[in-house]
């Protein structure tokens, strides 16, 4: 079936402008997860949805970052009057229910091609 | 948090060789997976690992829970074998990654 998908692939924007990355997760798929890579580096949390509720944001580095999400599907991360350390690659992951909840098989995260962001 | 460290950082292969990439955590995780970023930027899944060992094809991987480590072998390395390996751990809102292992298979 289809993978996690993220849209746009690539985005350049200037400094000071908002910008606004989607995600779509694995359908039935009712954790999503934000990361960010700095390039050469691994990858850092952002914040994690189970449903359309997110009980973990405490990787979100600043208050010009947010993020929401539309019932079990599509999550939009927003980034506010940019800034040069913001240029990343955004990556988009989705997981299935836990074990002893229906068709969970663990925490296994599967991975979007993540969006490429560079702000001048 | 959870503090994730692999080594080698940088590994230089000869096409055929086998090498072992290591995983040390800092705390009990539930949840350990192995993934390979291409060089076009994609995370691979190779494992879910949290404990044990598997093996898919040439690829295996062993996690000692109780010692906070996961092993990765490659044996008969290919040149597609090149990219980053991430390791990741946590429980079951986030992962933490390490740094990664950077592979590169000579022919």
């Known amino acids: 079936g289809a993978g996690v998908s993220q849209s746009p692939s690539n985005k350049v924007t200037e400094k000071g402008k908002d910008v606004e990355l989607r995600c779509d997760p694995i359908?039935?798929?009712?954790?999503l997860y934000w990361y960010r890579q700095r390039l050469g580096q691994g990858l850092e949390f952002l914040i994690y949805f189970q449903g359309n509720s997110a009980p973990d944001k405490s990787g979100l580095p600043s208050d010009r970052f947010s993020a929401e999400r539309t019932g079990e599907s599509v999550s939009t991360l927003t980034i506010q009057r940019t800034q040069q350390e913001d240029s990343a690659v955004y990556l988009c992951a989705s997981s299935s229910p836990p074990p002893g909840l229906a068709g969970g098989r663990g925490d296994t995260q599967y991975f979007g091609p993540g969006t490429r962001l560079t702000v001048l | 948090g959870i503090q994730v460290e692999q080594s080698p950082p940088d590994l230089i292969l000869q096409e055929g060789a086998n090498s072992t990439l290591r995983c040390n955590f800092s705390?009990?995780?539930?949840?350990l997976q192995w993934f390979h970023q291409n060089p076009w930027g994609q995370l691979i899944n190779l494992f879910y690992?949290?404990?044990g060992t598997k093996q898919n094809g040439r690829l295996s991987a062993t996690t000692v829970a109780t010692e906070r480590y996961s092993l990765l072998y490659i044996s008969s390395s290919q040149t597609t074998d090149s990219g980053v390996y991430f390791c990741?751990?946590?429980?079951?809102?986030?992962?933490?990654f390490g740094k990664g292992n950077q592979v590169v298979v000579i022919p």
């Open positions: 690992i949290p404990s």
């Open positions: 990741a751990v946590g429980g079951n809102n986030r992962l933490a």
């Open positions: 705390d009990s995780v539930n949840n």
């Open positions: 359908s039935g798929h009712t954790a």
